[in-house]
């Protein structure tokens, strides 16, 4: 446009509030997330458990299904605590799956383009970029977590009755914290690592080996010094114990017995961490995580 001709306009239709201009990235990366069949198919099977705890649910409650199935609700399993965990750590080990094929390449591929100059200048900031990718999977992964158990858990509320609710409300927060802790951790570790890694494969095999490898190094610290220290090296101990302390199923101390070459059988009592312990872990961890970010992502970088 040429400048005598004095034909420019400041934008006049409506702004994007401020708050919410971090969903900008989201919206426009599950166009290509769902682009993929092969990736819609696997998040559609991300639900099946949930159907499963459904019709456990609705045969607690229906005499007639049980005539059907000529199953008794004895040998049914209970709607407790245990019940609503299991599931819970199920549909996280689910969200561990559908982070590992969508995290690494998120911010990555920003990195390696040089396209996070484009987003800083624009009125969008460090903080609003790393949210917006991060809830690139939070709301991804809280589709098939927290979100469906708390519809689960008003289920079995309806049906049972507001005496029930009003016994069992704490599950409910437990649900809820337990599965948005895993999932805010899992943003937070893939976003590091793509943030620190510019190759998609690659991001992902690192990702992949941060949940097997300190897990194996925790197994042998168990094994060889009789103990449980080692679950703080592993980030699905971390979370069992944290999710058991949530739901009120967290056992402190196991007895652990072992044959020696001589065939001596030695038995030992040991403990759990403490929950405070895997907290405290957990939360340095997100800091780390969060540290790396704001080092790495800037929106120039000084090249040596």
């Not at 390449?105 to 484009?118: F, G, K, S």
Request: with cysteine; glycine share 6%.
């Amino acid at each position: 446009m040429a400048v005598y001709e004095q034909s420019y306009k400041r934008y006049a239709g409506p702004l994007t509030p401020e708050w919410s201009r971090f969903l900008i990235i989201p919206r426009h990366a599950y166009r290509a997330v769902f682009g993929s069949k092969l990736f819609t198919g696997f998040y559609v099977l991300c639900f099946i458990p949930l159907l499963v705890e459904a019709i456990l649910i609705y045969l607690h409650h229906n005499a007639n299904a049980l005539g059907i199935i000529q199953a008794n609700v004895a040998d049914l399993l209970p709607i407790d605590a245990s019940f609503f965990q299991t599931f819970t750590n199920i549909q996280g080990g689910f969200a561990s799956l559908v982070a590992l094929l969508i995290g690494p390449p998120l911010v990555a591929r920003d990195l390696r383009n040089n396209a996070l100059p484009l987003y800083l200048c624009r009125p969008f900031s460090r903080t609003e970029y790393v949210l917006g990718k991060m809830s690139v999977l939070l709301i991804l992964l809280s589709g098939i977590t927290w979100v469906p158990q708390l519809l689960m858990f008003l289920f079995q509320a309806y049906l049972e009755g507001f005496a029930w609710l009003k016994s069992n409300l704490w599950m409910a927060s437990a649900i809820f914290i337990g599965s948005f802790v895993w999932i805010l951790l899992l943003a937070l570790i893939s976003q590091t690592i793509s943030a620190l890694v510019k190759w998609r494969v690659v991001a992902s095999g690192i990702m992949l080996g941060l949940f097997f490898v300190p897990s194996a190094f925790g197994v042998f610290i168990n094994e060889v010094f009789m103990t449980r220290i080692g679950n703080l090296f592993s980030f699905v101990a971390l979370m069992t114990n944290i999710s058991s302390g949530l739901f009120g199923t967290f056992v402190r101390t196991d007895t652990v017995m072992r044959m020696n070459f001589n065939g001596v059988v030695t038995q030992r009592v040991v403990s759990e961490p403490p929950l405070w312990a895997s907290w405290t872990v957990l939360f340095l961890i997100c800091t780390a995580c969060l540290a790396l970010l704001s080092r790495k992502l800037k929106a120039y970088e000084v090249v040596k």
